[in-house]
């Protein structure tokens, strides 16, 4: 079964989170894939991506460029995973096939929000009646806390 992170957006935005992920991703030597649910979103994320200074960069794409299959980091508003990446990042209460094709699934949500977090609860519920390893983080001063 995948291994599914529910991460709980307390301190910061997705957009001042996920670098951190991402470079640690690459780091780990693993391809990512993003799924917005809106263009503003990846919009946002397009260019904190390429604002990131730890690492100099991180190396990503979107519909539309050549070679999508060469970025470590797919960002899409579908389903699409043209860089065949392991790790999956849900952005935007997006959600996963029941038996998906990823060695992890990070479910990024924002905690000041009660909709999102109403929204992650079911989908941790839907995850665990299917049999995937879950974990839950929590936002702390200086990175991640796993609490479950």
Known sequence: MTQIGFYHLTRTSVAEALPQLLSRTLASGQKAAVWCASK??????????????????????????????LQPI??????????AAPFLFLLE???????????RVFDLFDGHDEAAVTAARERWTAMKAAGHDLAYWRQEDRGWKRAR
């Open 74 to 83: 797919w960002l899409t508003l579908g389903e699409d995973v043209p860089n």
């Open 40 to 69: 503003p979103q990846l919009d946002a994320l397009d260019k904190a991506l390429w604002k990131v200074s730890d690492p100099a960069w991180l190396p990503h794409g979107s519909e539309g460029i050549l070679c999508p299959d």
């Open 93 to 103: 209460n997006r959600t996963c096939p029941d038996n998906p094709p990823f060695e």
